[in-house]
T-cell receptor
Framework: NAGVTQTPKFQVLKTGQSMTLQCAQD?????MSWYRQDPGMGLRLIHY???????DQGEVPNGYNVSRSTTEDFPLRLLSAAPSQTSVYFC?????????FGPGTRLTVL | AQSVSQHNHHVILSEAASLELGCNYSYGGTVNLFWYVQYPGQHLQLLLK??????LVKGIKGFEAEFIKSKFSFNLRKPSVQWSDTAEYFCAVINTGNQFYFGTGTSLTVIP
């Protein structure tokens, strides 16, 4: 049981580039979410999904897209990276009772 | 909308000192409350949680938290901290829509 996995662990992008952060869980959780963590701002919810085929916006969705074609996977897409998106990104899944976090992706946009 | 406030941004303690980290939330309905810990270079892990019942909740590694409904508070405590408790601590609340809201975190540094 791997829990929540994320790839890559580190990524450097140039402004305007696009990329996808991968997230997968093997716990059969319906709920999955993406957070970004910035110093002094805690964790802010980007997008979330309550099940396959269902996604919704969180607090800071601009510049990010998500899809949920399977229960296991919840990728986060940056369409055109900006320096303001430099952050640590955490994927999490939940039974509705507790959140289980992945190890994070540290993204730098130059 | 729900919000979570952690007023202590950075706390520095010596080993064996007692710890109390403040957490206040704003939500009038039924809430479930959590404390998560993030050790340096690691991801967030659940420390303890409160759903109902005894308002004094005990978690891992000697941590406990007390839910005081009248004060909308869920403060984290530990009688005697250790160097290994150096980490960032996040309070969180989940509402009836299963949305988690996190505080901005408190960075704890324990000096040996």
């Amino acid at each position: 049981n791997a829990g929540v996995t994320q790839t890559p662990k580190f990524q450097v992008l140039k402004t305007g580039q696009s990329m996808t952060l991968q997230c997968a869980q093997d716990m059969n959780h319906e709920y999955m979410s993406w957070y970004r963590q910035d110093p002094g701002m805690g964790l802010r919810l980007i997008h979330y999904s309550v099940g396959a085929g269902i996604t919704d916006q969180g607090e800071v969705p601009n510049g990010y897209n998500v899809s949920r074609s399977t229960t296991e996977d919840f990728p986060l897409r940056l369409l055109s990276a900006a320096p303001s998106q430099t952050s640590v990104y955490f994927c999490a899944s939940s039974t509705g009772v507790s959140l289980y976090f992945g190890p994070g992706t540290r993204l730098t946009v130059l | 909308a729900q919000s979570v406030s952690q007023h202590n941004h950075h706390v520095i303690l010596s080993e064996a000192a007692s710890l109390e980290l403040g957490c206040n939330y704003s939500y009038g309905g039924t809430v479930n409350l959590f404390w998560y810990v993030q050790y340096p270079g690691q991801h967030l892990q659940l420390l303890l949680k409160y759903f109902s019942g005894d308002p004094l909740v005990k978690g891992i590694k000697g941590f406990e938290a007390e839910f005081i409904k009248s004060k909308f508070s869920f403060n984290l405590r530990k009688p005697s901290v250790q160097w290994s408790d150096t980490a960032e601590y996040f309070c969180a609340v989940i509402n009836t829509g299963n949305q988690f809201y996190f505080g901005t975190g408190t960075s704890l540094t324990v000096i040996p």
